[in-house]
């Protein structure tokens, strides 16, 4: 007997219907859609700014239907920072990457989320710079090989991996801070929660909110899609733990 189809998953409003440009593979089109489904349930499309750098994050205006400004490489949060500061009436939020975030732009997400600026950071962390070649980023593994350290990352010479989501939560002026990943469902239903919390902790007036993401990048660590996204759960999370590692928004859920 015939059974009608019912469909059960459709693509977000704030999603753009086109075909990704990503290599297979990649998580940024996974958080992408996260993204896109919390917009969407936390009704923020209309008022959205998005801010993104350079890198492959810098994408994410083609493919999410909110505003956006492009800014210099790392300077995300000190573009951010001026559009929220003009607009504050607006839900602000950046996107970058390892490359971009943990480098180049360290100074100024550290100095905005000592501020304590009411915006919202997603940070995919990817260990490498992807869109430029693959060299080592500040979060590349000890002993992973890129193009810039062909021989792997030498902790004597080049130090440890900067672990963000641990550093951002020390700041007084955070309201939350925490690290997921998107290799598996159970983690999937996580970062979904956590970028959520992150939103919120804007929307509430709550403060600054981050999240960082263990993200693939199969070209860059020439693996295969299912090589890299085993890599994520069997070396990347247990040198950057999955957790909370600030909270200042305790009893506000009920508020």
Known sequence: MYQEEKLVFTRPESVIDRATHYCPGCHHGTIHRLVGEVLDEMGLREQSILVASIGCSVFLYNYLNVDAVEAPHGRAPAVATGVKRARP???VFAYQGD????????????????????????????????????????????GQKTTTCPGGRCAEREGMPLKMAEMIGTLDAVAYSARVAVDSVKHLRTAKKAIRKVFECQTKGLGFGFVELLSTCPTNWRMTPVQANERIANELIPYFPLGVYKDATAGEEGK
């Open 89 to 91: 009436d607006n839900f």
């Open 99 to 142: 490359g971009d975030l943990a480098s180049i732009g360290l100074a100024e997400i550290v100095h905005a989320a000592n501020r304590g600026e009411k915006m919202s950071i997603i940070f995919v962390n990817n260990t490498v710079y992807g869109m430029t070649g693959g060299q080592m980023a500040p979060t590349t593994m000890a």
